[in-house]
């Protein structure tokens, strides 16, 4: 997987907690489900943390917005890519 934080590409091998207090992220998510891949966007992200969670073997990513208190995970071995810029406006949705 690869992960992209305002710009520069870091180790997604290791732990990473990425938190915002302003207005978050915007978030693009490439994953895979059912052998197809979709882009997922998401607005006012306030944290990611890569390898929050283990299941038994399968890791995880979380997603999680203060602003809109909501969040979800998705599994690392189902994940592409994740490209995280800084947000430039509150949005109505996550």
Do not use: P, W
Request: net charge negative; with cysteine.
């Amino acid at each position: 997987m690869k992960l992209i934080f305002l710009g520069e590409e870091l180790d997604s091998t290791k732990e990473q907690e990425l938190v915002d207090t302003g207005i978050g992220f915007y978030v693009t998510i490439k994953y895979k489900s059912n052998l197809v891949y979709h882009n997922e966007c998401i607005n006012n992200c306030t944290e990611v943390h890569n390898l929050y969670e283990t299941f038994g073997d399968r890791k995880c990513i979380a997603f999680e917005s203060n602003i809109h208190q909501t969040g979800f995970t998705r599994e690392i071995e189902n994940v592409e890519s994740v490209i995280i810029e800084l947000s430039d406006r509150i949005e109505q949705e996550f």
